[in-house]
C-alpha cells in the first residue's frame, strides 16, 4: 500500500520522554504537514487521501541503523550460515552437507575453537581436496582451505600498506588464516562471484526485510565495487524500502587521485539513496589481534595502526574535513580510539565537520569526555557485548585484552552521560540487523529472552528511551539532518509504527514487539 497522501488516524505518537493521546497525522508528499483530531485533518486532507486506522498503535520517528553494510553483505553472506555453530564440530557437521566445487561460509566465530589458534588443520578432513573459504563473524578475517590457497597463490607472507596478512606458521607456511581487507580480496578472488541478477533480488529481499523490522534508514559504510548501481537499480524501480547516506572507504595507501575520486562522488545519488562521508580504518579487530591498542593483547599483538604511518590518516581526515565532508573511522582499540580523537581534536576551526568514530570497543576513562567536548559522534553496536562477549570473560575478545580493557567495553552509558551524541546500529553482517533485540541488548546488557544470562558490564545499559533516540534523533543528529529523527510537522514521514510503546513495554517484551508499518518518504515500506 503507498500513497502521495495518507491519513494515520487513531495513533499513539512516542517524542521523547511524552507518548501522546490517540491523534492523527497527515502526510502529504513525503512530509508530515499536520499531526490533530483527524476529524480536523480530514477537512486539510485532498480528494482521495487514504485513512488508516492504527487502533491505538504507537508512532515514532522511524528507525536508523547507525552502522551496515547492505550490498556488501549480500556478497558476505553467500554460502554456509556458521552464526549459529558453537563448537568446530556444529562448524564439521555444517560444513560437511555442502556438496559443490566450492565450500563458501560465513559467522565463523572464533570462540569455535576455544583456546587454539584459529587454523585450517582442525577443519582439514571435512574440507578435503575442496577450495573452502570461511569468513569469520568479524568480517575482517577468513580462513582458507589448502586448496583455497593454493588457487589464491598464497604460499608465504606478504607485505601490504593496510597491514593485512596472511597468518604464517614459524616455518613461513600458510595456517590458512586471511587477515584483513587487501589480503581477503586475494582470498576470494578465485571464488566465483553472484551474477549482479541474484545480487540485486538478494539485496532486495534483505532491505525488505529491514523495514519488516521497523527499519526506515541506514548509514552504510562502504560503497565497494559496484554497490552503487545495486541501489540505482533499486531506487530507479521503486524497490528501494529504506532511505540510505553511504559512505565510500578511503583506505591505507590510497593516492591522491583516489582522494580526489572520493570527493568527486559525494552527493551522487537518487531519491532514497546518497553518497555522503568517507569510511576510514584505523584498526581492525581485537578478535583477529588486528586492533590497536595501547599495550599488546595477551598474545603480543594488536600493537600497530592499520596506516603504517599515522600521520597519514590524520593528513586524509584533514584533506576531507577540510572539503566540506565528514569522515567516520573504524577505531575499536583504545590506541585507535585515541588518535583518531586527537586528530579530530586538532581540525582547523574553519574545516572542522561533525566526525564520526565507529565501534570503540574498549576506551579508559580519559577519553569519554573528549568526544563531547570535540563535538565527535560516538557510533556504537551494543549487541556485539552480548552476542559475542561473555560477562565471565571467557570468550576470546576478553581472554585478549585482559580483565581491565574488557571492564572498559562498549561504554554506551559513560558517553552518553559525559555529553556525547550516541549512535546505535548492528554493523550487520557481523551481527543481526532487527534493531528491536538490539534496543533491548542495551538496556539489558545481555541477549533478551535470557534472563538467566550475566549481563555484560551492566552499568553501561541505558534507559529504554536513550536507547530509542540512538535509533531515531541521534543518527539525523550525527549527519546533520534536520528533517529526520522526530515526528513533528515539517519533518520527513520517514515512521515506524508499533504495536505497543517500545519504551513503556520493558526490554524483553520490545526484542519481539511486532512492527505494524514502516513508512519512508510517505510511501509503506512494509505493513502488517
Avoid at 574553519?350 to 568514530?357: P, W
Avoid at 546500529?425 to 544470562?453: E, N
Amino acid at each position: 500500500m503507498s500513497a502521495a497522501d495518507l491519513l494515520l488516524v487513531n495513533t499513539r505518537i512516542r517524542e521523547g520522554a511524552t507518548l501522546s493521546a490517540p491523534t492523527g497525522i497527515l502526510v502529504r508528499d513525503g512530509e508530515i504537514r499536520e499531526i490533530g483530531d483527524p476529524r480536523v485533518l480530514r477537512t486539510a486532507a485532498r480528494a482521495g487521501t487514504d485513512a488508516l486506522d492504527l487502533h491505538g498503535a504507537v508512532t515514532t520517528a522511524g528507525l536508523v541503523d547507525g552502522h551496515l553494510h547492505p550490498a556488501l553483505g549480500v556478497e558476505d553472506t553467500d554460502g554456509v550460515d556458521l552464526t549459529g555453530c558453537r563448537t568446530l564440530e556444529d562448524v564439521r557437521a555444517a560444513l560437511a552437507r555442502e556438496t559443490g566445487e566450492w565450500i563458501v561460509g560465513w559467522g565463523l566465530d572464533p570462540n569455535c575453537f576455544g583456546d587454539r589458534p584459529v587454523t585450517n588443520a582442525p577443519l582439514a578432513d571435512v574440507f578435503g581436496d575442496r577450495p573452502a573459504v570461511l569468513r569469520l563473524f568479524d568480517a575482517h578475517s577468513a580462513l582458507l582451505s589448502e586448496e583455497a590457497l593454493r588457487r589464491a597463490g598464497i604460499d608465504g607472507p606478504r607485505e601490504f600498506a593496510d597491514r593485512s596478512a596472511f597468518a604464517c606458521d614459524e616455518s613461513g607456511r600458510p595456517t590458512g588464516l586471511v587477515l584483513e581487507f587487501s589480503a581477503l580480496e586475494v582470498a576470494y578472488a578465485p571464488v566465483p562471484r553472484q551474477p549482479f541478477a541474484r545480487r540485486r533480488e538478494r539485496l532486495r529481499e534483505l532491505l525488505e526485510a529491514m523495514a519488516a523490522t521497523g527499519l526506515t534508514g541506514g548509514h552504510v559504510m562502504d560503497c565497494n565495487g559496484d554497490a552503487l548501481e545495486l541501489y540505482r537499480s533499486l531506487d530507479e524501480a521503486g524497490e528501494l524500502p529504506l532511505r540510505l547516506r553511504i559512505a565510500p572507504w578511503c583506505r591505507p595507501g590510497d593516492d591522491s587521485a583516489r582522494r580526489a575520486e572520493l570527493v568527486a562522488r559525494q552527493g551522487a545519488g537518487g531519491r532514497l539513496w546518497e553518497v555522503a562521508g568517507v569510511k576510514m580504518f584505523l584498526d581492525g579487530t581485537i578478535d583477529n589481534s588486528t586492533a590497536w591498542l595501547a599495550e599488546p593483547d595477551c598474545c603480543g599483538h594488536s600493537r600497530d595502526s592499520a596506516w603504517r604511518d599515522p600521520a597519514a590518516y590524520s593528513d586524509a581526515v584533514r584533506y576531507f574535513a577540510a572539503r566540506g565532508i565528514q569522515t567516520a573511522t573504524h577505531a575499536i582499540g583504545d590506541a585507535a580510539v585515541a588518535h583518531a580523537l586527537s586528530t579530530m581534536a586538532a581540525l582547523p576551526p574553519g574545516s572542522r565537520q561533525r566526525h564520526r568514530i565507529e565501534h570503540i570497543e574498549t576506551i579508559p576513562d580519559e577519553l569519554i569526555p573528549l568526544f563531547a567536548r570535540h563535538d565527535v559522534v560516538a557510533s556504537m553496536q551494543p549487541a556485539h557485548a552480548t552476542e559475542f562477549t561473555r560477562a565471565d570473560r571467557s570468550d576470546n575478545w576478553s581472554r585478549r585484552i585482559g580483565e581491565e580493557r574488557a571492564g572498559r567495553g562498549w561504554r554506551c552509558r559513560d558517553l552518553l552521560d559525559a555529553g556525547a551524541t550516541l549512535v546505535l546500529g548492528s554493523d550487520w553482517p557481523v551481527a543481526p540487523f532487527d534493531p528491536r533485540p538490539i534496543l533491548a541488548a542495551a538496556q539489558l546488557r545481555r541477549a533478551p529472552g535470557r534472563p538467566d544470562a550475566e549481563p555484560v558490564g551492566p552499568a553501561q545499559a541505558l534507559t529504554a528511551q536513550q536507547a530509542l533516540h540512538g535509533y531515531t534523533a541521534a543518527p539525523a543528529a550525527a549527519i546533520g539532518d534536520r528533517r529526520g529523527g522526530a515526528v513533528a510537522v515539517g519533518m520527513r514521514a520517514d515512521l515506524t509504527v508499533w504495536a505497543d510503546d517500545p519504551v513503556g513495554c520493558g526490554p524483553d517484551a520490545l526484542a519481539e514487539l511486532p512492527i505494524r508499518l514502516t513508512m519512508t518518504d510517505g510511501l509503506l515500506s512494509f505493513a502488517e
